[in-house]
């Protein structure tokens, strides 16, 4: 059979190829729990970088420095949790529209006032929490200690963003 006739492999078959000692359907499941992460974190990360370009008022060079970071920091999760689920042998999400069926954070209309920015942040990055924990028994039934270790630091990313970012609100 030459190369011009051969069909290309499914992305489920692709992954049935996969032997690293994790079944293909905890692979699969695992990877549309990150699916769903990803989701989370390109979204927030959208919205931060978005509220980093529009904050306003007396807290505008903290506020601003502040998003930058946070901004960049997500930038670089949303690599390493897309380069999970392709580990695992499954495509990673990559689309406006796959995002906005997957993920749990609501996008913003407008440009919120810089309190209330901080505050739809805050609402995020626990939504990020919630949706990492929600992962992990997965994980931990399949023994994936490379997803665990990525679950506890997003985890520990996104709460200790969510409580820097509730201290600006008090």
Known sequence: MSKENKKPKSAKAVAQDIDIGI??????AIAAGLSRLLADEYTLYLKTHNFHWNVTGPM???????FEGQYTEASLAVD????????????APGTYAQYAKLSSIEEDEGV???MDM????VKGHEACAK?????????DKARDEPTADLLTQR????????????????
């Open 112 to 114: 919120p006032a810089a």
């Open 80 to 91: 390493l949790v897309a380069e999970r689920i392709r580990a695992l042998g499954f495509p």
């Open 23 to 28: 079944s293909t359907a905890h692979r699969e």
């Open 60 to 66: 505008f060079n903290t506020l601003h420095l502040m």
């Open 131 to 139: 949706t990492a924990r929600s992962v992990f028994p997965l994980a």
């Open 155 to 170: 985890l520990q990313l996104h709460e200790k963003t969510a409580w820097m970012l509730r201290s600006l609100l008090e």
């Open 118 to 121: 901080v505050a739809k942040l």
